[in-house]
């Protein structure tokens, strides 16, 4: 991959750990978008990446947001709404991914960078302040995160933090569930590639189907929601885990389940 705003480095285990370098703030714009569509195709696409680990090269700003400069333009032939849908679609695609994913969190996580952040599966949090405070500039959040903050914090706390724009720290965030974690900034990647390195490890195939059934159960009515979970059942014994992993249980041994598997 020939990526501009992101570097990648590959540790044990399939661990992959993506630095998102696009000074001087990280603004979520145009090069860093469509770095993250390039990196999302290539870990649907290649087996050996097992999980993901996002942190940033800039020690105060994780990711600063969407380009407040286009924002203010009064140019009719902008079309936000499209501009919305672009983004979401991406940040769509991220929350999908067949892998776990897994934000480092030192520095500020606002607005889009706290959409990004939303749209993993884990957050582990040292430095800085998360939230969505888009209202503050009398927008709202446009990439997902009026519905993923909700679904995650529910709607009373949702409204409490976006209409007032909030910036909580790491502890406060990990009170309400936001993040997954609170930790010392300086044990923020160590920790996040630790956890990542015991996913890696796990039936992967398996964690993609049930990140996909768990979607369903976020999305769907219950009987839709049921179908995508039988598929999905279904879907375990053509990955060649279950295989392995029922070996395992009688021969009583841990389970190896690093090896390729069918990409779902």
Known sequence: MNLETMTIEKLDYGVHVVTIN???????????????????????????????????????IF????????MGSSDENVDFAESSKHVQGIFNRLEALRVPTIA?????????????????????????????TEASLGLLPGAGGTQRM?????????RELMYLSKRLKAEEAAAIGLITEAAAPEEVEEKAIAFATSLAQSAIGAIGLIKKSILAAEELPLEQ???VE?????????????NEGIRAFFEKRPPNFLKPVTNQ
Request: charged letters at 20%.
């Open 22 to 60: 696009n000074p001087p703030a990280n603004t979520l714009n145009a090069g860093i978008q469509q770095d993250l569509v390039q990196l999302i195709e290539e870990v649907e696409k290649n087996p050996a990446i097992r999980a993901i680990v996002f942190k940033s090269a800039n020690p105060k």
């Open 150 to 158: 909700t679904r995650l914090v529910g709607g009373a706390k949702a």
């Open 104 to 132: 480092a969190i030192n520095g500020h996580a606002l607005g889009g960078g706290c959409e990004f952040v939303l749209a993993c599966d884990f957050r582990i949090m040292g430095g800085g302040t998360i939230g969505l």
């Open 63 to 70: 990711i600063a947001g969407a380009d407040l400069g286009t």
């Open 230 to 242: 039988r598929e999905a059942f279904a879907k375990t014994f053509t990955t060649g885990e279950v």
């Open 225 to 227: 929601g049921l179908l």
